[in-house]
Structure formats: structure tokens, C-alpha cells
């Protein structure tokens, strides 16, 4: 269609005013573009597809920076005709029938009945060429991003127009990122040259560029090309490309590894404090968790005004509700049951029923709804191979907090020692000094409140309801037990790449039995290595 | 049978006793006693006291390997549910052509899954001694096999918990995936008869309650016999001091694996009775809460008394049944309760307070 | 030895999967006279050499000694010996032909190798006469202790054991409700029970009156001969009034042997251990 186009006496019109624009000063090139914009709009308004068709190249042509807005809402078939005066109207649907806009000052015009209007109709071909039409005005936007996305979006269905617009704007770009898809795109182009030496070239500014179209291109070129010297680059170039398009593969799966195994660490990381440092199975540490997420959701109901600024004061909240909760089990459960293991293990598990029928009868037996602030979603486009979404970077760097903070408390604090001492050999502490019980409820509270922390994260992550916890019980113990009991940093590493393996396993096992393998291999490790990846060594630890 | 097996068992002479009498009375009640009589037992209760025999020998498997060897498995519930998945698969061969689909060979999921043949380990489950077998070999190898790792490299106390939770919580994720073959989420059911008897009719219920009640007396002396013998002192001597048990020459590991697989099998036994019925068996048999519930009969029975598991089963289930009837949200607080209290003020359950009594009287 | 080393790293015990390794020889000969040999041990936790290249010899039918301060090894030494801790460096050998680092603790005490714990470890809920049926030397594979029944000759036995030990008044007690000493010869009982060729005694006077004390150097004494005797002690009277032979361990190693004279004359001896207020 470009081509055909090409041979009109208008194409021949637009072409040149395309060069008049790239070379002349601006506002000659306004006023001309004024009386086309016009001109184009009349077409539009005929409703008639060969009519709309001539008319958008109008529109495009006459680089008039008004004619996006009016272009993309045709795209979008929300551009209309009032049947009273004829003019044209980007009307959206509202309550009272549509909302009016005017498509070139965007300033609302009233409202009308669906009665009143009439939609500009678009068929595939004019949805093509609209496509090309708003990305080659976008090139000159002033927003880079803005700009890049046009050059992404036209890089694989180049005319001569638009081609010989992108050779003049390449030059002048400032953007290295918005220049490099230029060049490309070019250079895209340029592989249907007809000279061999000039394919190559082509080829090899391509190198290296991971846009889709540009495997496409290439591919699109081996299936053609009869030159030997050109098909050995491309396929070079082909082969380069599929290695670091599985680079990145890689890099992702790893990425998604990583924030997974951040989930595990973040709930495994209290347990890690009560049963690795103290010895305590505590199956109610999933409902601690779960306790956590329902303070975010109170608090957000507390100020549904501000939920970016309540997630940050769920998280002390949240420590201090769950780290209550855990010292209350402490003080009224678990000191009676000191070296009797599997009595806590049951008592515990009783509470843990108790807590998830409390939330149940008090809150609901639904799930709750837990808002992400915006600044949670969207993501981190690397490359067009490589996105991070923001919410799985923001729980990695959570962990992390969180870990190195729980770290610092256990390492560098009096309290961090006192329970050090108290694990190692409780005798000896008490002998010290060490008020023993105070030390076993304030751990308990530590290890509780964390759990109650992780619950803030969770609650971006999963459904709140009261199964949350049970859920992330078996998990959690699997850490923990695979990292080596008493080792934080066990707990981490053992987190991260439960995670990681988890994720690599997922695309050809699928989810539900790579966590199986998972599993699997965990009951098969601790056979292998009873005290996990890190274990406590020592004398004591032969007990 | 020896005479020494219910000597200075008064607790169970009185459990096997009070046994024999219901076996005796419930048919008569449900059969021979008119519908509008007082005492006419209903095919429902029947049905549910059956029910609650298999939980009864499902608590005195777990009692053989927690009371009397000390280990804690939170993984019974598994065994019990290979065994309720063998029995089901017979269940399901029989239904032959009467299902949805009318395919005489593959169960209705399977054709709904568009599945052109039998998978081979559903080969075999046509003919009940096959299945009979299975409900015992099934559950018996994975705890010989999961025994066999665990037991020699010494995975002890918690661990062993923990794992044994695993095992069972990797087993559900496993059967509730349709592509395992044994019907997915939905699990088996629809069953029509067992053996060629009609599994609505009443004198079938009285028959599986019999069948029941048989099998957890067999269970109980079975494991009184263990309990009493030598053998069952040196489990005994395994679960106070394990060290010390080695180190007069027991293979320890052996001891383990022997007892913890029998009391798989009859693990397998009561899931086997379980299932037809219910009506059902599906992967949420082998959710990890299950298994921990058991422990809690035991618990609250009484470790280390065979009758005490039988009796806290009992009592559990009559309460759960009772409470979740009256008032449901009661339930997990009552059962959640129960633990807590058990633990910190009956630590030797039911059965331990019975005893005291008796000593002090 | 370098192979043999790796092949040992590789096969250990606590690291399972070693089904293949192969059993030596089970009959115990002592045909050159010494009983045990245990040949350049080592032994490290976290960095901390528990044992360091020992050397030690134990004749047969001997009644030996083994003395030091805290932390020579000497518990450590009974754990290689009995299995429960297997030693970075170094053999063990019970006879010519039985290598005890290649056996499970089981595997050791059905050799002939019984040890009385220094805590004393009797099972708590069975009765005293259980224990000693329990320890008894007998087929203890799962499916004959099932089917076992005490014939006549084993309840002789354990009625001498009974009596050798003074518990006959209280065989049907349980074993948790006797008195620390009473449960210190309930160990040793076990250990006769056992019958076994080596006797390994940690501390075996802890909490004994006396009277007890002197009752059990008899004992000890009486054993001598027929079974070799192995004591760990810290009660130096005690270590006098049965002891031919003393050995000294210190930081890991033997500092000394000989008889007592010698051996409390032993200069670096007394600079270590005997130096205090503990030697007369």
C-alpha cells in the first residue's frame, strides 16, 4: 500500500513536504501543514474508507503536532461525527451517553446522545496505516521514550517515507537509546539493499540487537538470500543474537528465582530465629505471618486515603502485633514445654487452629482485599528481551533489608548475644547473668514480629485469607531445616536457591510438580545430610 | 493368640469387650429393631460408627510408632490415603459400564480427560485379592522405602516430623495433578458395589461396619502383641534412649523400619475400610492437617496406650461430628483448645488420668 | 594408605549410601596377646582437636586405667571406640582381623565391645530386670526379639547378674525410680549381660558411697582376666585401689603409662594433671 500510495500525486506531495520539514524552519512548515490538516479532515469526515485513507496521509503529512491525538483516537475508533454540524469529536462513553472532546485542542466539548454521533469506521488497512502514521509523528515528540516506542513500533514495516524521515532524524537524535532503534531500523531496511556488501553492513550494525523484528528480519533475509558471504554473517549474526536472547532467558528465570526464593526467605527467616536459634517448633508461625497481612489490611482500611504511606507503617504494626501475639504464645504456652519438642510442635499447632478460626469468625472467612500502592506495579524494561517487574524487585530488596537487619540484631546487639549464649548452653548463661526467660520471650517476640513483617510482604504478593499461613508453613521448615538449623545465613542461601531451582524446574516439569521435585529432592538431602547445608558443628551439636 | 498378650491390660480387655457387644448389637439394632422404635439404629449411624472404627485403627498405628517407638510422624494421614486410593481403584473398576460415560473399561474421569487406555498401574485393580494386596503393599513399601532412608542416616525427633509431613504434603500436590491418573481434584467416588454387594443397601453398611470392627480388634491385639514382647521393649528402650539401644548391640535402624511399615499397612488397612464407606477418596485426605489430626487423637487418647489412641479417636470424632453439626465456627476452636490444654495439663491424655484415678482409689 | 584414606572419606558412615562396603571379619583373635589397637588417631570438632595422634594399645584380659584432666580426649576416645564418633585420621582395631571403624555401634557391641555411659543411661521405664533382659547377649534381629521368650538358663543369668549387682529386691522396679548409684550398677549388670570382651567403663564411681565404691573395684577386679577392662576415672583412690596399669591422656594424646608409682612420679605428669590439689 505504501508504494502505491508513493505513485499519487498526493504521496508525491507529502513526500516532499516530509523533506521540507526536516530541512526547512519550523513554522513554515506549520503553516503548510495547517491547510493540509484541514484538507485531511474533510476526508476523514466522508466516512468512506478510500476517502479516510487519503485523508489520514493528509493529516500525517502536514506533521502538525495537534494530529496525533486525532490519529490515535481513530485507531482506537473513538473518533466520531456529530450528525447535527459535522464535526469531528472523540467521545468516550459516560453515564449521560458519550463525553465529548475536541480531537485537536483535546479540550472537552459537552456531551452527546449516542444518537446524535456517528463512528469514523476503520477497516485493517486503515488500522495498519494509522499505525505507521501516528508512530512516524511520534518520532519527533519531544519525550524520548515517546519517541523510541514510535521507532520500536515501525522498525519492521518501513516505507521509503518513513525510512528517508528516519536517515534524517537518525543524524540529529540525542537519545543513544532512541538512536541505536533508529539505526536499526535503518539498517533493517537496508538488508533488502541490493549491493551484498551493503546487506552485510546491514547485518552487522544489527549485531547484537534483540528487538523482535530484527530475528524476524534476518530470518526473513536467510530464507532469500543466495549470496554465500551474506548468509555466513547472518547466520553469525542469528546465532549471537539466540545466545544472548538466552542469556537473558537465563538472567530472567533467575530473577523470577530470586524473588520467589525471597518469599520463602522472608517466611522462613522468623522461623529461622525460634525454631533455629531456640529450638522451638512453632507450627503457628504461618498463622504469625498470616496475622501480618491482616494488620496491612486494617491498617489500609484505617487511611484509605494514603495506601503507599500505610504498607510502610503496616510493616512496624505488623511487627509489633504478631511480635505480641508471639510472646503471649511464649509466656503461655511454649515455656511449659522447654526440651519436649514435639509437645510444641502439637500445643503450637493448636494455637495456630485457634488463630485462623479468630480471624475467621472476627474479620471474615473470605479472603480480605489488600491494595498495592502504584508504585508497585509496572516494571524495568532492561531491554525488549528482559523486563523486572517492579513489585517481585521491591520484595528481593525487602529480603534483603530484612535480613541484614535481623543479622545485625543477632550479631551486634546485647540482646542478639544474650540469645546466642542462651542457645548455646542455657546453664552457663543464667549463670552470667543472663535472665534466661526474658532472653526466651524476646526472641520468641523477634521471631514472631518477623514473621509478622514477612506477612506485610506477602500481602502484595498472595490472596489474604486464613489459609494464608498454612500455605507457608511446610515451605518455611523446609528452608530452614535444608539451610542448617541455627544458621541464618544457612536460611538465606537455602531460600535464594530452593527459589532458583524452583523456577528453572518450572517450564518443562510445570509449577505444581516442580514444587514435588522440590520437595522430593529436600527429603532425599536431609537423608544425605541430616543437619542441613550449613550445619552447627562441634561437640554439642554430636549430641 | 498368647494369653499374655491382654494380661494387665484391663484398659483393653474392657476396649475389646465393649467392641464385641456393638458388633453384636448394632445389626441386631439396625436390622431386626423396627424404623419408629427407640432403639432402632439408623443405616446412617451404622455408617458413621464404622467410619469412626477405621479412624480407631488408624489411631492405634500411629500410637505403635509414636507411643511405644517415639516417632513422631505427621505423615499417616498418607498411608492411610494409599490405602482408601487402592481400595478406590477396585471400587472404581467395578462400576464397569454403569458410570456417566458407559465406557466398560476406563473410569468416567478418564474418558472425560479423553484418555484412549487404562494407565498400567490401574491393570490389575479389577480383582479384589489384587486390591486387597495393594492396600497393604502400597502404603507398606513407601514407608519401607521412606523408613529405609531416613531411618539409617538417623533423622531423628523434629526432622523426621518434618519430613514425614513433606512426604504427605508432596503426595497431595501430586494426586490433586490429573495427569497422575487417579481423577485429580475430584479423587474417586461414585462407586456402586464391593465384591457384588449393592454398597447402598443396608446389610452391606452392617457388613463393612463388621469388617471394621474385625479389623481394628485384629489391629489392636496384633499390636499388643508387639508391644508386649521383647520387641516391644526394645522399641520402647529406642524411644527413651536410642543411643544406649545401639550400643548393647540393637540394629536401632532396623527396629524402625519394621515397626513403622506395619504400622503403615495398618494404616492402609483402615483406609481401605474407609472408603466405600464414605463414598470418596481425594487428594485432601492427604493434606498435612489431616495427619496432625491424628496425632491429636492419639494425644489426648493417651500415648503409649493402645486403647487410649482407640478411645481419643473415638471421642474426637463423636466431638467434631457433634460440634461441627451445632455450631461449625466452634470446631477449630474446640480442636485448637484441646491441643493447647492436652498438652500442657494431660500430657499422658485420657487414658494417663484413668490410671491415676485408678492408683489413687 | 592414601586410598584406603579416600576410599574411607567417601564411604563414611554418617554420610549413608554406603551399602557396598564390605564387613570384615566378625571373630575376635587375639592371638598376639593385646586386644586393641588404635593407631594415630585424630580427631577435630569446629577446629578444636579433640584427639590428636594417639596411640594406644589395650592387652587382653588387662584391667587398664585411663586418666586426665577435662578435655584429654577420654570420652572422646570411647566414642571411637564404640562407633558414635568416627575419627578424621588414623585405625582402629579390635583383635587382628575386626576394623571398629568400619562397623555401626550395633555391629560393635555384638562384636564384643560393651560400654557403661558416664551419665548413666538405663531405660527409665522398664523395669530392672527388663534392662538387664534387654542387654543380654542374644540373637537381636527384629523378628527373633519378637518371638523371644526367657528360657530358664537366661533367667538364671539374670538372677546372678541380680545378685553380682545387689538388686535383687528390686527387679520388678522400674529403672527410673532407683538412686543414682543403684542405676550406676544397673549399667554394669547390663554390661555382664552383654558379656562382652572389651568393657568400657566412663566414670564408674560418680555418686557411689564408699562402700559401693569398694564393691565395685571388686567387681572390676573380679573381671579381669576373662574379660579385658577398660576405665575412665577421675577418683584418683579409686584408680589406686584397682589399677596395674595407668595411662595419662592429655590435649589428645597419651602423655604417660606405667603403674600408678610411676606415673604419679612422671614429672610432666604432675606438671599437668597431678600438679594440683588432686594427687597425693
Not at chain 1, 476517502?51 to 493529516?59: F, K, M, P, Y
Not at chain 3, 588417631?41 to 586426665?68: H, K, M, P, Q, W
Not at chain 3, 576373662?226 to 589406686?240: A, G, P, W
Not at chain 3, 584397682?242 to 595419662?248: E, G, L, P, S, Y
Amino acid at each position: 500500500m505504501p508504494t502505491r500510495l508513493l505513485r499519487s500525486p498526493l504521496s508525491a506531495l507529502r513526500l516532499w513536504l516530509l523533506v521540507a520539514l526536516a530541512l526547512c524552519a519550523f513554522a513554515q512548515a506549520a503553516l503548510a501543514g495547517s491547510a493540509e490538516l484541514e484538507q485531511g479532515i474533510a476526508l476523514i469526515k466522508t466516512n468512506k474508507y478510500d476517502q479516510v485513507e487519503e485523508g489520514v496521509t493528509l493529516v500525517a503529512s502536514s506533521r502538525d503536532p495537534r494530529a496525533v491525538g486525532l490519529l490515535a483516537a481513530l485507531q482506537d475508533s473513538d473518533l466520531y461525527l456529530r450528525k447535527a454540524d459535522g464535526r469531528l469529536f472523540i467521545a468516550t462513553r459516560s453515564d449521560a451517553g458519550y463525553d465529548l472532546i475536541d480531537p485537536l485542542t483535546q479540550a472537552p466539548a459537552g456531551t452527546a446522545g449516542k444518537r446524535d454521533l456517528k463512528r469514523i469506521r476503520i477497516n485493517n488497512r486503515l488500522r495498519s496505516q494509522l499505525r505507521t502514521a501516528v508512530a512516524t509523528l511520534n518520532l519527533t515528540h519531544p519525550e524520548a521514550s515517546v519517541r523510541l516506542a514510535a521507532v520500536n513500533e515501525m522498525l519492521d514495516r518501513l516505507d521509503a517515507d518513513s525510512l528517508a524521515l528516519l536517515r534524517d532524524l537518525a543524524g540529529d537524535e540525542k537519545n543513544a537509546e532512541v538512536r541505536a532503534g533508529m539505526t536499526a531500523a535503518i539498517a533493517l531496511a537496508d538488508l533488502n539493499a541490493d549491493e551484498p556488501a551493503r546487506r552485510i553492513e546491514a547485518l552487522d550494525q544489527l549485531e547484537g540487537n534483540l528487538h523482535p523484528a530484527v530475528q524476524g528480519g534476518i530470518q526473513r533475509l536467510l530464507d532469500r538470500e543466495q549470496d554465500e558471504a551474506v548468509r555466513a554473517t547472518a547466520e553469525r549474526v542469528l546465532e549471537g543474537l539466540q545466545f544472548k536472547r538466552d542469556l537473558y532467558g537465563f538472567a530472567e528465570t533467575l530473577f523470577f528465582g530470586l524473588s520467589l526464593g525471597s518469599v520463602l526467605v522472608l517466611a522462613a527467616i522468623g522461623l529461622a530465629i525460634t525454631f533455629g536459634v531456640m529450638g522451638v517448633i512453632n507450627m503457628a508461625h504461618g498463622e504469625l505471618i498470616m496475622l501480618g497481612a491482616y494488620t496491612t489490611y486494617i491498617v489500609q482500611q484505617l487511611m484509605p486515603e494514603h495506601i503507599g504511606l500505610a504498607l510502610f507503617l503496616a510493616i512496624p504494626a505488623a511487627f509489633v502485633v504478631s511480635g505480641a501475639v508471639g510472646i503471649l504464645i511464649e509466656r503461655g504456652v511454649i515455656r511449659f514445654l522447654y526440651g519436649r519438642p514435639l509437645e510444641t510442635l502439637l500445643a503450637t499447632f493448636g494455637i495456630s487452629l485457634i488463630l485462623q478460626q479468630l480471624v475467621r469468625t472476627l474479620i471474615s472467612p473470605q479472603n480480605v482485599p489488600v491494595a498495592n500502592p502504584d508504585w508497585m506495579s509496572g516494571s524495568w524494561q532492561i531491554n525488549s528481551v528482559l523486563s523486572l517487574t517492579m513489585n517481585r524487585m521491591y520484595i528481593i530488596a525487602f529480603c534483603l533489608i530484612v535480613f541484614t537487619a535481623l543479622y545485625l540484631v543477632m550479631r551486634r546487639t546485647s540482646l542478639g548475644l544474650q540469645v546466642r549464649a542462651v542457645s548455646q548452653n542455657r546453664a552457663m548463661a543464667r549463670a552470667m547473668g543472663v535472665r534466661s526467660a526474658r532472653v526466651d520471650a524476646l526472641t520468641f517476640g523477634l521471631g514472631s514480629g518477623i514473621a509478622g513483617v514477612a506477612g506485610v510482604a506477602l500481602s502484595q504478593l498472595t490472596n489474604v485469607g486464613p489459609n494464608l499461613g498454612q500455605s507457608y508453613i511446610i515451605d518455611s521448615f523446609m528452608v530452614v531445616v535444608f539451610g542448617g538449623v541455627g544458621n541464618l545465613w544457612g536460611t538465606l542461601v537455602a531460600g535464594m536457591s530452593l527459589g532458583v531451582v524452583n523456577k528453572i524446574l518450572e517450564p518443562w516439569a510445570g509449577a505444581v510438580l516442580a514444587k514435588i521435585l522440590v520437595l522430593i529432592f529436600i527429603i532425599l538431602f536431609i537423608q544425605k545430610r541430616p543437619r542441613g547445608l550449613f550445619p552447627q558443628k562441634g561437640r554439642a551439636a554430636e549430641g | 493368640m498368647r494369653l499374655g498378650t491382654l494380661h494387665l491390660d484391663r484398659g483393653g480387655q474392657i476396649f475389646l469387650a465393649l467392641l464385641a457387644l456393638t458388633t453384636l448389637l448394632v445389626p441386631i439394632l439396625n436390622l431386626a429393631v423396627p424404623a419408629d422404635s427407640p432403639l432402632h439404629v439408623s443405616t446412617f449411624t451404622v455408617t458413621l460408627l464404622g467410619k469412626y472404627l477405621t479412624y480407631a485403627l488408624l489411631a492405634i498405628a500411629v500410637d505403635l510408632v509414636w507411643g511405644y517407638l517415639g516417632i513422631l510422624s505427621l505423615g499417616h494421614g498418607a498411608f492411610f490415603a494409599l490405602g482408601g486410593y487402592a481400595m478406590g481403584m477396585y471400587l472404581m473398576r467395578q462400576i464397569g459400564d454403569r458410570g456417566v460415560y458407559g465406557n466398560p473399561e476406563l473410569p468416567d474421569f478418564m474418558v472425560f480427560l479423553n484418555w484412549q487406555e487404562l494407565p498400567w498401574f490401574w491393570h490389575g485393580f479389577d480383582m479384589f485379592w489384587f486390591a486387597a494386596l495393594m492396600v497393604m503393599l502400597v502404603p507398606g513399601a513407601l514407608a519401607f522405602v521412606f523408613g529405609w532412608l531416613a531411618f539409617r542416616s538417623r533423622v531423628t525427633g523434629v526432622y523426621l516430623s518434618i519430613i514425614t509431613q513433606a512426604l504427605t504434603y508432596a503426595l497431595m500436590l501430586a494426586f490433586f495433578r490429573n495427569e497422575m491418573g487417579f481423577g485429580g481434584n475430584n479423587g474417586l467416588t461414585d462407586f456402586k458395589d464391593l465384591l457384588g454387594f449393592d454398597l447402598q443397601s443396608d446389610a452391606t453398611r452392617i457388613g463393612l461396619f463388621i469388617a471394621s470392627a474385625l479389623a481394628v480388634a485384629g489391629g489392636y491385639l496384633a499390636c499388643r502383641t508387639i508391644v508386649t514382647s521383647k520387641l516391644g521393649r526394645v522399641t520402647v528402650a529406642i524411644r527413651d534412649a536410642e543411643s544406649r539401644t545401639r550400643f548393647i548391640g540393637y540394629r536401632v535402624e532396623r527396629f524402625k523400619l519394621w515397626v513403622f511399615t506395619f504400622s503403615a499397612v495398618l494404616a492402609g488397612i483402615a483406609g481401605a475400610l474407609y472408603v466405600p464407606q464414605v463414598g470418596i477418596i481425594n487428594p485432601g485426605e492427604f493434606s498435612p492437617i489431616n495427619s496432625i489430626e491424628i496425632v491429636v487423637w492419639v494425644a489426648i487418647g493417651g500415648r503409649a496406650t493402645l486403647y487410649g489412641a482407640v478411645l481419643g479417636a473415638l471421642l474426637v470424632n463423636y466431638g467434631k461430628t457433634y460440634l461441627t453439626g451445632v455450631m461449625p465456627d466452634a470446631w477449630l476452636f474446640a480442636l485448637g483448645g484441646l491441643f493447647v490444654l492436652v498438652t500442657l495439663l494431660l500430657p499422658q491424655g485420657i487414658a494417663g488420668l484413668l490410671r491415676r484415678k485408678e492408683a489413687t482409689a | 594408605m592414601k586410598t584406603l584414606d579416600t576410599l574411607r572419606t567417601t564411604m563414611r558412615r554418617d554420610q549413608v549410601w554406603e551399602i557396598m562396603v564390605p564387613k570384615t571379619g566378625l571373630e575376635l583373635d587375639i592371638s598376639h596377646g593385646t586386644i586393641l589397637y588404635l593407631e594415630d588417631i585424630s580427631v577435630t570438632f569446629d577446629g578444636f582437636r579433640a584427639i590428636d595422634r594417639l596411640n594406644l594399645y589395650i592387652d587382653a584380659g588387662e584391667l587398664r586405667c585411663i586418666i586426665g584432666p577435662n578435655g584429654a580426649g577420654k570420652t572422646t576416645m570411647m566414642d571411637i571406640i564404640t562407633g558414635k564418633t568416627r575419627p578424621d585420621t588414623g585405625t582402629a582395631w579390635f583383635g587382628q582381623t575386626i576394623d571398629l571403624l568400619r562397623l555401626s555401634e550395633p555391629e560393635i557391641a555384638s562384636v564384643g565391645i560393651g560400654r557403661k555411659f558416664q551419665k548413666p543411661t538405663v531405660f527409665e521405664h522398664h523395669s530392672v530386670m527388663e534392662n538387664l533382659e534387654l542387654a543380654m547377649a542374644a540373637d537381636k534381629r527384629v523378628w527373633p526379639t519378637l518371638v523371644a521368650r526367657l528360657t530358664p538358663e537366661q533367667h538364671a543369668r539374670i538372677d546372678a547378674v541380680l545378685e553380682t549387682i545387689g538388686l535383687q529386691a528390686h527387679r520388678a522396679r522400674r529403672a527410673g525410680a532407683l538412686s543414682h548409684g543403684q542405676k550406676q550398677w544397673l549399667e554394669i549388670g547390663m554390661l555382664l549381660m552383654q558379656d562382652p570382651h572389651l568393657l568400657l567403663v566412663d566414670e564408674p564411681v560418680a555418686g557411689m558411697t564408699h562402700q559401693e565404691m569398694d564393691r565395685t573395684a571388686e567387681l572390676l577386679k573380679s573381671l579381669a582376666g576373662r574379660h579385658t577392662v577398660v576405665v575412665v576415672e577421675h577418683d584418683m583412690d579409686f584408680v589406686r585401689s584397682i589399677a596395674n596399669k595407668v595411662t595419662v591422656l592429655h590435649q589428645g594424646s597419651v602423655l604417660a603409662e606405667g603403674t600408678m608409682d610411676e606415673v604419679q612420679n612422671d614429672a610432666r605428669v604432675i606438671e599437668v594433671y597431678l600438679g594440683g590439689d588432686e594427687g597425693h
